[in-house]
């Protein structure tokens, strides 16, 4: 219980500690214009968002590629990474993309039917759609992002 007590005092001293400190992974990309974007200095190797561009951007597929949590693509990159043109490009490819991810209305129904009627064909139904969805997904993504 001892250490249990001082394991958690110490948490929050950590917690509090961090609090203090401002964010300086993320910085606000004050200025509207791009003339400074990528520029840093020797002193200062912190990742901001003018800076961000320069560097790699996952896209991660969160979900278990079911029927009840399909695939999908988040939105989550920083705010002023992109310039308003590629955003808007970055920003449809995921919408087109999660459109594709999820699981069609006949297919719900395929699957719900056969799980009702015949229930142990349905998990071979269910392993080829989600086959059918990994393949078209890359697919698509070699096709749109060749090496």
């Not at 561009?53 to 029927?67: A, D, E, Q």
């Not at 142990?120 to 139904?125: I, N």
């Amino acid at each position: 219980m001892i250490i249990f007590v001082g394991l958690s005092k110490r948490a929050t001293v950590i917690a509090d500690y961090i609090k203090s400190h401002p964010e300086t992974l993320y910085e606000a990309w004050e200025s509207n214009d791009e003339k400074g974007r990528g520029k840093t200095t020797d002193e200062d190797f912190s990742l901001s968002d003018q800076t961000i561009w320069c560097h790699t951007h996952r896209m991660y597929l969160i979900g278990f590629n079911s029927i009840k949590y399909p695939w999908f693509i988040p939105k989550d990159f920083p705010r002023d990474a992109l310039n308003k043109q590629y955003r808007e490009k970055l920003l449809n490819f995921i919408d087109d993309y999660n459109t594709k991810l999820k699981f069609t209305f006949c297919e719900k129904w395929i699957f719900v039917i056969i799980k009702i009627f015949y229930a142990p064909l349905a998990k071979t139904v269910h392993q080829h759609f989600r086959q059918k969805k990994f393949k078209s997904m890359s697919q698509a993504l070699y096709m749109s992002f060749p090496p």
